[in-house]
C-alpha cells in the first residue's frame, strides 16, 4: 500500500513538471540524466535516446555542439564549459541563442540531495522587446549627437543623466566627471578651479550655476570661457522631472558685436576730422553695413537653430519620460501595445471596471521572525519568479508588490476579454507551480502555504504620488474586497467574490465556502472556492 502510494506521488509529481511552463532536467553527481521533462524534449530536437534516464548529459551537450548549437569555435572547450558549469552551478541564469535564432534562459542550482537541476526558459519574446528598445535608445542617441548644439539632461538631484558629443567637445574636462549618474556639481567645481567663470569665489560661482539648474528661469544667459569662447546657456524644467540645459557656441556673434562697437568708434572719430577724413568715414560706413547685415543673418540663423532645437529636446525628453513610466508598471508585452498606439495611457486617470487578484504566503509572518533574512530573501525570489511567469503569460498588471503580498490588475490598461476567468485560470496556474515550491519550502523545514482572492467592480485607476514618485494604482472597494478573501484563503484556497463565481459559474468547478464577515464590510460574504477550470476552459490564453 506504502509502495502504491509512493509511485501515485511519482506520478503527480512527473505529471505537474511535464506541465511547467519551462523546461527541467535533473542530473545526479556524475552528471547522468536523472529526469527531464516534456518541455526539455520539446526545446531539444535530439535522438531519443540521449535524454534516457542513466545517459551522460555530457553525450548530449557534445550533439549540441556538433550540430552548430553553440555557434563556430572550440567545441571541445564550449562543452568543456557547460561541463564545469553543471559541476559548479553558481546560481546565476545565462542566456543561450539557437540556431533558429530563439533565445533561452538557463538557470542551474544544486539540490540538497545531490545533482543539479536545469531550468531553461523562452525569452525570445524579451529579448526582441530589448533590442527594439536599444534600437530606438540608439536613434534617439544618433539624434542628439548631431544637434549643433551641446546639450546635457540632470535628473532632480542635479545627476548628469545624458550629454551628447558637442557637450563632451565644448567642455574640455575629465571623462569620468561627464558619466551618467555624477554630480553636476563636480563638474562645475572643476571648471571654476581651473579659470572657466574668471577670478572671484570659486564656491560661489559653482553656487549660484546649481541655484539655476534647480531652479531654471527659462531665460538664457552668457558665459566667457578662458580660451575666449562665448557660450549662451539656456535651462528649462522638463515635466518628468530635472532640467535640460543647452549650451550655443555664439563666438562669431560676439566677435562681430566687438567689430560693431569698434567700426561705431571709429566712426565718431571719423566724423570730428569729417572734412580731412571724409574718404575714410565712406570706407567705414561701408563696413558699417557689411557688420550690420552679418549681424542680422548670424541672428537669425542661431534663433532658427534654438527653435529647432527647443523643439527637439522636447520630443525626445517626453519620449524617453513615456519609455521609463511605461516599463515601471506594465509587462513588456502590455507597454510594446501602448507605445504602438493600440492602448490608452495607463497613467491617465478614469474609471473602469476590472478584476483584482491579491495572492500571499500563509505563514510568512511566522517564517519571517524564525529564519534569517537571507533565506527570506531567496525564497520571496523563488516565490515572485513564479508568480511572475503567471501574470506574464495572462497579460496581467501588477499593481504592486509588498513582500509576500502581489495585487494584479486585469482588464487595465489593455482591455482583457473574459478578465474574470482569465484572472482565475492565473490563480489556478499560480496554485499549480507553488504547489511544487512549497514542497521542496517544507523539505527544507519552511512550513509555507499559498493563498488567493479575487474580486471585480469598479475602480478609479491612474497616478498616485507626488512629482517625482508616482506610483500606478486602483482605489475602491473592489480591491479592500479582493484582499479580505485572499486573508480568508487557506493554503491553496482560490476564494471568489459572488459577482466573480455569477460570471463564471458555468466554466468553472467551485465548491461554496459560505458567507464569511470580512472586516470593512457590513454585511457578510457569499465566498466560493476554485478548484479548477472545466475541461474546454483549461488551456491558456494564446
Known amino acids: 500500500m506504502k509502495d502504491r502510494k509512493l509511485a501515485d506521488a511519482e506520478e503527480h509529481f512527473r505529471l505537474a513538471l511535464d506541465n511547467m511552463p519551462g523546461a527541467l ?4 553527481g556524475d552528471l547522468n540524466i536523472v529526469f527531464c521533462n516534456d518541455r526539455f524534449r520539446e526545446f531539444y530536437e535530439v535522438p531519443p535516446a540521449l535524454l534516457q534516464p542513466g545517459r551522460c548529459y555530457a553525450d548530449f ?5 556538433d550540430h552548430g548549437y553553440y555557434g563556430h569555435g572550440d567545441l571541445d572547450a564550449k562543452v568543456a564549459q557547460r561541463v564545469a558549469n553543471l559541476r559548479n552551478p553558481t546560481g ?6 539557437t540556431p533558429d535564432g530563439r533565445w533561452r ?5 544544486r539540490v540538497a540531495g545531490g545533482g543539479v537541476i536545469t531550468v531553461m526558459t523562452d525569452v525570445t519574446e524579451q529579448k526582441q522587446v530589448e533590442l527594439a528598445l536599444a534600437a530606438a535608445q540608439a536613434q534617439m542617441q544618433v539624434a542628439l549627437d548631431n544637434m549643433p548644439g551641446a546639450l546635457v539632461y540632470t535628473d532632480p538631484g542635479l545627476n548628469i543623466v545624458f550629454c551628447n558629443d558637442r557637450f563632451r567637445e565644448l567642455y574640455i574636462v575629465p571623462r569620468e566627471l561627464l558619466q551618467p549618474g555624477r554630480s553636476y556639481l563636480d563638474l562645475l567645481r572643476y571648471l571654476a578651479a581651473n579659470g572657466y567663470y574668471g577670478p572671484g569665489d570659486a564656491e560661489a560661482q559653482v553656487a549660484t550655476r546649481a541655484e539655476s539648474l534647480r531652479n531654471p528661469s527659462g531665460k538664457s544667459f ?9 557660450l549662451r546657456i539656456l535651462r528649462q524644467r522638463v515635466a518628468s522631472g530635472g532640467a535640460v540645459t543647452v549650451m550655443t557656441d555664439i563666438t562669431e556673434q560676439k566677435k562681430a558685436e566687438r567689430d560693431l562697437i569698434e567700426a561705431t568708434r571709429r566712426t565718431e572719430e571719423a566724423n570730428k576730422l569729417i572734412t580731412e ?3 575714410v568715414l565712406e570706407s567705414l560706413n561701408a563696413e558699417i553695413g557689411d557688420k550690420n547685415r552679418q549681424l542680422k543673418e548670424q541672428a537669425a540663423q542661431i534663433a532658427e537653430w534654438n527653435a529647432r532645437l527647443e523643439t527637439r529636446v ?4 517626453a519620449r524617453i519620460g513615456q519609455m521609463a513610466k511605461l516599463t515601471r508598471f506594465l509587462s513588456p508585452k502590455v507597454s510594446d501595445m501602448i507605445m504602438s498606439g493600440d492602448a490608452d495611457d495607463p497613467l491617465k486617470t478614469r474609471r473602469k471596471e476590472i478584476t483584482v487578484v491579491f495572492v500571499d504566503l500563509r505563514g510568512f509572518t511566522g517564517f519571517t521572525e524564525t529564519a534569517e533574512p537571507e533565506e527570506v530573501m531567496g525564497v520571496l525570489r523563488e ?3 513564479e508568480l511572475g511567469k503567471a501574470i506574464l503569460d495572462f497579460d496581467g498588471t501588477i499593481e504592486h508588490f509588498a513582500g509576500d503580498g502581489v495585487m494584479i490588475l486585469f482588464n487595465d490598461p489593455v482591455p482583457v476579454e473574459n478578465h474574470e476567468l482569465q484572472a482565475i485560470r492565473m490563480a489556478l496556474r499560480m496554485r499549480e507551480s507553488m504547489a511544487s515550491l512549497t514542497r521542496a519550502w517544507r523539505k527544507r523545514g519552511f512550513q509555507l502555504g499559498f493563498g488567493v482572492g479575487i474580486a471585480s467592480g469598479y475602480a478609479t485607476i491612474g497616478t498616485i504620488g507626488f512629482e517625482g514618485r508616482l506610483d500606478y494604482g486602483a482605489i475602491g472597494t473592489v480591491t479592500n474586497l479582493a484582499a479580505r478573501l485572499c486573508g480568508e484563503a487557506a493554503d491553496g484556497q482560490i476564494l471568489v467574490s459572488p459577482k466573480i463565481f455569477s460570471k463564471t459559474e458555468a466554466l468553472v468547478e467551485a465548491k461554496e465556502v459560505g458567507e464569511l464577515t470580512l472586516k470593512g464590510f457590513q454585511r457578510p460574504v457569499l465566498a466560493h472556492n476554485v478548484v479548477g477550470v472545466r475541461p474546454a476552459d483549461r488551456d491558456p490564453p494564446a
Open 25 to 28: 532536467v535533473y542530473t545526479d
Open 61 to 65: 551537450l557534445r550533439y549540441l555542439a
Open 92 to 97: 546565476q541564469h545565462f542566456d543561450d541563442r
Open 105 to 109: 534562459r538557463i538557470l542551474r542550482r
Open 222 to 230: 552668457e558665459d566667457h570661457t578662458p580660451d575666449d569662447r562665448w
Open 277 to 279: 577724413k571724409n574718404r
Open 314 to 317: 522636447e520630443e525626445q525628453v
Open 383 to 385: 516565490y515572485h519568479a
